[in-house]
């Protein structure tokens, strides 16, 4: 039973590995890989079209369906190691990975957020004037989040670009910050639970 545990464990890492290339490649290959990229499309968009269906996976320019998938394949790997490493699973530590698994993909993100910002505001602050293709891209992914920030907490203030990212930013940080803290605090007490 062990060596099957140990082989689907393997089997998960894997296929996880092969979501994050195939993820990679639609950022850069555009499609030039031929037969590689169609195979790997073939063997995992099946699994990423099922969150691929739900609208709220899209936010922006952006398609989360991919850390969809690969939260929910992290939360039955760190399941399978649980049982592989202490021959049992309770509900506290089941609740406890999905927990680690969920912060961790809103804490990708809000680092994400954080450094883009970041050098959005640099190119801001130190190139104000120049066009170029990654600054507008940088504004495509930025734009909304400061936006929706901005009306959440000042909607009625005008608020320069620059002030926007950086209070953005700032809340990101400190949002990172207390969510480690609670995420920590949180799992410590669900461990705790005997059943």
């Known amino acids: ?9 393997s089997l998960i890492s894997g296929y ?5 290339i195939r993820v990679l490649l639609t950022w850069f290959s555009r499609g ?3 037969k590689a990229e169609e195979i790997l499309g073939r063997v ?19 398609d989360m369906s991919p850390v969809a998938g690969i939260i929910v394949l992290v939360v039955v790997l760190n399941m399978l190691n ?8 309770t509900v506290g530590i089941t609740l406890s990975i999905i927990l680690a698994a969920l912060w961790s993909a809103v804490s990708f993100l809000l680092t ?15 190139q104000p004037d120049t066009y170029s293709p990654f600054k507008t891209t940088l ?18 203030n005008f608020l320069s670009y620059k002030v926007q990212m ?30």
């Open 1 to 9: 039973m062990l060596t099957v545990l140990r082989i689907i464990s």
């Open 16 to 20: 996880m590995l092969l979501i994050f």
């Open 32 to 34: 030039t890989l031929g």
């Open 44 to 62: 995992t968009d099946p699994y990423l079209n099922y969150f691929r269906r739900f609208s709220f996976m899209r936010i922006g320019m952006i």
């Open 82 to 89: 649980t049982i592989l490493a202490y021959g049992k699973i």
């Open 112 to 126: 994400l957020y954080i450094v883009l910002i970041a050098i959005r505001l640099f190119m801001e602050l130190f």
């Open 139 to 156: 504004d495509a992914l930025v734009n909304p989040v400061t936006t929706y920030v901005k009306n959440t907490i000042a909607k009625k």
């Open 166 to 195: 950086a209070m953005t930013g700032g809340i990101f940080v400190a949002l990172s910050i207390a969510g480690n803290m609670l995420v920590k605090g949180l799992s410590g007490v669900l461990l705790r639970i005997p059943f």
